[in-house]
């Protein structure tokens, strides 16, 4: 634990953001309705909590969510109003494509706010304890029009790879994974902690980690 504790503290604090607006953008463009959401907030999660061993803060996941659903409920909700994009999924064909693509803009955008949010709040000698809400949101919607322009060229890289066989295959795969792992989990045949597990190892796959 103190080996991996050491590795995330000696990344740069971009190189931690920019890893997780990539996972976003990725998880947002599988293309299930709710679940897409689901796996974007995991990802967030997994990134405030490196934020923190990046700059030595005490991390407690009940507060972490707490702050993310705080900061990004706002930006999601206003942008997939107006898009539509989770329900825009259950059309087929043109539905899942645009659901899918506006899906991973938003999801990149506000992976980096909330990123540079928290950094810089913890850059400046805050902590989980001085928190200021609106100083917090301010920078957060501050941060989310450079984070969409990093969520688009993401998107176009990874819309370029899944035109190809292979990449339809693995999406479909993913796809496929992913909604096996969500059934499961709703008639608790995993734990959540197996559920985070495995959704992640199927994201590696489609994210070519592996």
């Known amino acids: 634990m103190e080996k991996k504790e050491e590795k995330i503290q000696e990344k740069n604090i971009d190189a931690i953001i920019?890893?997780?607006?990539?996972?976003?953008?990725?998880?947002?463009?599988?293309?299930?309705p709710v679940v897409d959401i689901a796996a974007v907030t995991a990802i967030q999660v997994d990134m405030l909590k490196q934020v923190c061993t990046h700059y030595k803060i005490d991390y407690s996941e009940e507060t972490g969510k707490t702050w993310i659903t705080a900061l990004v409920t706002s930006t999601m909700s206003s942008v997939l109003a107006r898009i539509g994009s989770s329900a825009l999924k259950f059309i087929p064909v043109?539905?899942?494509?645009?659901?899918?693509?506006?899906?991973?803009?938003?999801?990149?955008a506000s992976?980096?706010?909330?990123?540079?949010?928290?950094?810089?709040h913890f850059e400046n000698g805050g902590s989980f304890n001085?928190?200021?809400?609106?100083?917090v949101k301010e920078f957060y919607?501050?941060?989310?029009?450079?984070?969409?322009?990093?969520?688009?060229?993401?998107?176009?890289?990874?819309?370029?790879?899944?035109k190809t066989p292979a990449g339809k295959?693995?999406?479909?795969?993913?796809?496929?994974?992913?909604?096996?792992?969500?059934?499961?989990?709703?008639?608790?045949?995993?734990?959540?902690?197996?559920?985070?597990?495995?959704?992640?190892?199927?994201?590696?796959?489609f994210l070519g980690e592996e």
């Open 111 to 120: 992976t980096y706010a909330l990123g540079k949010a928290f950094s810089h």
């Open 130 to 135: 001085n928190l200021d809400e609106g100083k």
């Open 169 to 205: 295959e693995k999406q479909h795969t993913a796809t496929k994974k992913l909604k096996e792992l969500d059934d499961l989990k709703a008639n608790k045949q995993i734990t959540d902690e197996e559920y985070e597990k495995l959704k992640k190892e199927v994201f590696k796959k």
């Open 94 to 108: 043109v539905g899942t494509i645009l659901g899918a693509t506006s899906m991973a803009i938003v999801s990149g």
């Open 18 to 32: 920019q890893h997780h607006v990539y996972w976003a953008v990725g998880a947002g463009l599988i293309p299930l």
């Open 141 to 162: 919607n501050e941060q989310v029009k450079e984070g969409k322009k990093m969520a688009q060229k993401l998107k176009e890289q990874y819309l370029e790879l899944i």
